[in-house]
């Protein structure tokens, strides 16, 4: 194909012309990031972030994961950018007479490339076909207000794909030039359409994902050091506690805002949401991009502007949002911050507030005091952990160690590793281990509490530590080394130390006992999507006779009980609660007993059906005794 000189000078116009364009339109979205405040550190270990980027973005992990359909018609026209990247700068060049291709693959490498490009064209027109179906048609998957610029750049896409394959098939040459033109149009007008709407997201999603922290909500302890912010005020410094105006938002919750592909997978997810509550994960992060995009000042407050107070108090910090994400959006370092700055500066909206007195006055939110813990400990015949004699340090928690109801996960707990002869032991005084505190916001409290017990378990040295609560185990295993680096031991959940003991033999279950019981297993949070233990629980149930049923949502897709930032301990006017909507998946299974791994799910969900128990119980029913072994 021959072009005179006047097409090469209109291509070259249009081309500086459209990348002027976009630099301009690029800018005020630029400026919003950058006026955020600096954030920790997020370039560290380069090779993990790249490589996550890399998984997630390459191979469309997340996009496909939960919507194996969608997902995959997704990944099929993410796939064409990639390999229609080397075309598009072909067909730019080719007027001005370099032939990108044939100098890449040479002159026998063309044409599978070609017919390479050709399948994938067809895959994409199929998937962007397929995806606009789903968008415009399928009202009840997608619910939503139809954007206009979603079906314009799903027809763009269609268009580009349909030239493409034109132009294979060798048309006349007027025709041929015309089709020419109308690609090229096409990818001209495009960027400025991804700019515009929601398909920012193609080049800020891996991005996004490269600064994600590691972990699931990973929360920056506050520094609270009395003369550090005496001197930031004598500095002229406002110190900040959370996020109580638009000023406060990081340069990355900002790209949060603006990256999201509103694709309701966060909201399809929220046990809130789900339960009809106001909580809509999706809408706070649109809102914060209306916010930070619209005329607001930055001194206008996040909550009430990105979110409302109700629907604050709503959240759960199940993380469901954060980990189903497919662009990388940390929506719990936004709904953390909103809530340090209520209990650290506002002082109001907070909806566990007898929680933070109790735990205040007694150090555990029974409002019970130490004796009774000691008495229990004493009653079950529970060792003492004695510094460089005893192996596992058994952190009782809370509910464990004031709330009677927890009385026979403790003693099931206490006959296992008896009957394992496991050396084991419980500290004399354990404080709460500050997880509902923090998750409320209440970073003073949470960094009192956490340097109790750092004292008194750096006091008696404690390496190995084995908890039945995921909240404390998540707590004291990943945040309290933030706090004190020295402070680095082994923490593992109850399930797994179980499960490692009947590995080595030395716990028999007799699979008989239980008779196949039908039975579901409740995945907690923090033990399942943020500490990703998913089979120990499993293997355990099993291997004590039950059968198990799954509910439809399980795994990293399971559904909080409702007991998450202090919801165990607090009556929250809710119209329909989120332990219902959860009772109901658990009675839809059809089982008769259901096993959870952690005790304050288990006070949320008792009653769902006939039985509730915890791991350890079912394990201590069907223990076989051992040669002179007292099991029983
Ligand atoms: S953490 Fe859970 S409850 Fe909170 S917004 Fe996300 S999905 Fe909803
Ligand atoms: S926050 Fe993430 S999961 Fe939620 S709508 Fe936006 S892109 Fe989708």
Known sequence: ????????????????????????????????????????????????RLATAAKEVLLQTRVIGGRPVAGAMHAAVFGGFLFFALETADHFLKPYGFHLLEALFGDSGVPVFKWILVLWAILVSIGILGLAYRRFVMVKISPDPKSYSSGVVALLIFLLMVTYLYAQSS???????????????????????????????????????????????????????????????????????GLETLADLSWKERMD?????????????????????????????LDGRASIMGDLAPDQPVIGNVISETALGQCTSCG?????????????????????????????????????????RRGNPFGESA?????????????????????????????????NDARSSLEAMVKILKAAGTSFGVLEKESCSGHHSRRQGEEMQFQTLAGE????????????MVAPCPHCLHTIGREYPTLDEAFRPEVIHHSELIRELQAKGVLRLASSRHGGVATTYHDPCYLGRYEG???????????????????????????CCGGGNAGFMSQKEEKVRVDQVRKKHVAATGATLLVTGCPE????????????????ELVAEALVEERGADAS
């Open 1 to 48: 194909m021959e072009f005179s000189t006047w097409e090469q000078a209109l291509l070259a116009i249009l081309v500086i012309a459209t990348i002027a364009i976009f630099a301009v339109s690029l800018r005020p979205r630029l400026q919003a990031i950058l006026a955020g405040k600096p954030d920790r550190p997020r370039t560290d270990r380069l090779g993990r």
């Open 453 to 464: 017990n750092l004292e008194r378990l750096k006091a008696a040295k404690v390496s190995k």
């Open 171 to 241: 048309p006349a040459a007027a025709l041929a030039k015309a089709n020419w033109w109308t690609h090229a149009a096409i990818i001209i007008v495009f960027p400025h359409l991804i700019i515009r709407s929601k398909h920012f997201h193609i080049l800020m999603a891996p991005v996004n994902i490269f600064f994600r922290t590691e972990r699931l909500a990973e929360l920056k302890p506050l520094n609270l050091d009395v003369e550090a912010l005496e001197e930031e005020m004598a500095e002229g410094e406002e110190p900040s506690f």
């Open 601 to 616: 799910c288990k006070m949320m969900l008792d009653a769902a059906v006939k039985e509730t128990k915890d791991l350890a």
């Open 257 to 285: 805002f603006l990256t999201c592909v509103e694709c309701r997978r966060c909201t399809e997810n929220c046990p809130a949401n789900l339960a009809g509550q106001e909580l809509d994960p999706r809408g706070f992060i």
């Open 533 to 559: 233990v998913f089979d120990a629980p499993r293997d355990l149930i099993r291997a004590a006779g039950l059968r198990l049923t799954e509910m439809e949502r399980h795994g990293r897709r399971a559904v």
């Open 320 to 360: 469901a949002c954060e980990a189903v994400c497919p662009v990388g959006i940390e929506h719990l370092q936004v709904l953390t911050g909103a809530k340090r700055a209520q209990a650290l500066s506002l002082g109001t909206g907070l909806v566990a507030s007898d929680f933070f007195e109790t735990v205040e």
């Open 371 to 403: 004796d009774l813990r000691k008495k229990l400990v004493e009653e079950l015949g529970i060792p003492y952990y004695e510094p460089g004699k005893t192996e596992y340090l058994l952190w009782l928690g809370c509910v464990w160690g004031y709330n």
